[in-house]
């Protein structure tokens, strides 16, 4: 499983940004994915989820503000993250389950000035 994070950037708040999890170079099919993020000196945190039916998941300091979807076609799972907040500076990390192994990528920066 490989998983490669694209998108992070520095946006003032307010602003949007869009982050992709690429999964094209997995030799399995990725189905459930999840984006987590850490902020410096905090534990790593669940941001939002998809399922294999679709279904999604959010945090609730994210509900309204980011959304998830997929690209099956590109094997790539997307991360809308609108009206940002100061709050939402961190790594920002995909990740999949797959035979009861967690699987993760390396990260991208997200960091919101105010």
């Known amino acids: 499983v490989e998983l490669v994070e694209r998108g992070g950037a520095s946006v003032q708040a307010g602003g949007s940004l869009r982050l992709s999890c690429d999964s094209s170079r997995s030799r399995i099919v990725v189905y459930g994915v999840n984006w987590y993020r850490q902020a410096p000196g905090k534990q790593r945190e669940f941001v939002a989820g998809?399922?294999?039916?679709?279904?999604?998941n959010y945090a609730d300091s994210v509900k309204g503000r980011f959304t998830i979807s997929r690209d099956n076609g590109k094997k790539m799972v997307h991360l809308q993250m609108n009206n940002l907040e100061f709050e939402d500076t961190a790594v920002y990390y995909c990740n999949t389950n797959y035979l009861g192994s967690d699987w993760w990528g390396r990260g991208t920066q997200v960091t919101v000035s105010s």
């Open positions: 998809i399922d294999r039916d679709e279904s999604t």
